[in-house]
């Protein structure tokens, strides 16, 4: 059974940083593209950053500059830095992947940036 638990979310003034974190099981997870998709109040979830197995990016165009997804393939853990965070980056940011063409989400972990 695939498990994605995230952590490392909070509150942060405009400008700040965070690191969130996804701990990945039940899958062979050097294999599998990974993504943060967040949602806002009022807002539909929408992808974030994309990573896959072998490291290839991509990123949603307003945090593009700001943000930077990675991976772990020995701890199973993909990251999202983020930096320059501006209050309409405010939302819940979710760990996202496929396996055997269904969805797993894990429950997502709330930021808060204050402006």
């Known amino acids: 059974q695939v498990h994605l638990v995230e952590s490392g979310g909070g509150w942060v003034p405009a400008g700040g940083s965070l690191r969130l974190s996804c701990m990945a099981s039940g899958i062979n997870f050097r294999l599998h593209p990974m993504d943060w998709y967040r949602q806002g109040p009022g807002n539909q979830r929408e992808l974030v950053a994309t990573?896959?197995?072998?490291?290839?990016?991509n990123y949603l165009d307003s945090v593009k500059d700001r943000f930077s997804i990675s991976r772990d393939n020995v701890m199973n853990r993909v990251y999202l830095q983020m930096s320059s965070l501006k209050p309409e980056d405010t939302a819940v940011y979710y760990c996202h992947t496929i396996r055997g063409g269904l969805d797993f989400w894990g429950r997502g972990t709330q930021v808060t940036v204050s402006p």
């Open positions: 990573i896959t197995g072998g490291g290839g990016t």
